[in-house]
């Protein structure tokens, strides 16, 4: 990431709902039939991103997402749902 951040990128990680970083309910209300959550969090993350560095940001071209294992299907949820949000998408088995 500092490489990244060296060259000008800003990283901004998030956290949605269902993995285990922020505890047991917050892993709970973001699997199974609650994995919507986890898709809408990220949306509010990319949302929050762009708006904030409006000046930045020229357009949505220039957000990237990188996940790997069970975010994939977060980060191809969103793909299919929100086309156009972000540029690219780097998503690892």
Request: proline share 1%; net charge positive.
């Amino acid at each position: 990431r500092l490489v990244m951040m060296e060259r000008g990128w800003s990283v901004v990680l998030c956290h949605v709902r269902g993995g285990g970083e922020l505890g047991a309910r917050w892993h709970a209300s973001g699997k199974g039939p609650h994995k919507i959550n986890s898709i809408h969090d990220l949306r509010a993350c990319v949302d929050y991103v762009s708006h904030c560095d409006k000046a930045y940001l020229s357009s949505s071209s220039k957000i990237a997402l990188h996940t790997a294992s069970a975010g994939g299907l977060v980060v191809g949820a969103f793909l299919n749902m929100f086309t156009g949000l972000v540029g690219a998408a780097v998503v690892k088995a």
